[in-house]
Nanobody, 117 residues
């Protein structure tokens, strides 16, 4: 059974930094495109960043220049380095693993990030 476990969330002041991790219990982790999404209370789930199996990265405009996504295939882990945090970044951050050709798509349960002003 595939499992994604996020960690690293917490309470931080505006302007601060956090590093989120997502440990994936999946076979052939390197074949998955990995992404981070977030969901704030009362809002729809929002795309944050993605790193492909070929290490191509992409970011939502709202986080570009502040967040960095990376992966360590040897550790089956994807990271999200978040700098210059703003109160609007407050949300539950969720990890997604996607392998389209194999029709495999998994979600973690999320980690809470709260940015105080």
């Amino acid at each position: 059974q595939a499992q994604l476990v996020e960690s690293g969330g917490g309470l931080v002041q505006a302007g601060g930094s956090l590093r989120l991790s997502c440990a994936a219990s999946v076979s052939v982790f390197s074949m998955y495109h990995m992404a981070w999404y977030r969901q704030a209370p009362g809002k729809q789930r929002e795309y944050v960043a993605r790193i492909s199996s070929g290490l191509i990265t992409n970011y939502a405009d709202s986080v570009k220049g502040r967040f960095t996504i990376s992966r360590d295939n040897a550790r089956n882990t994807v990271y999200l380095q978040m700098n210059s945090l703003k109160p609007d970044d407050t949300a539950v951050y969720l990890c997604n693993a996607d392998w389209p050709s194999q029709d495999r798509n998994y979600w973690g349960l999320g980690t809470q990030v709260i940015v105080s002003s």
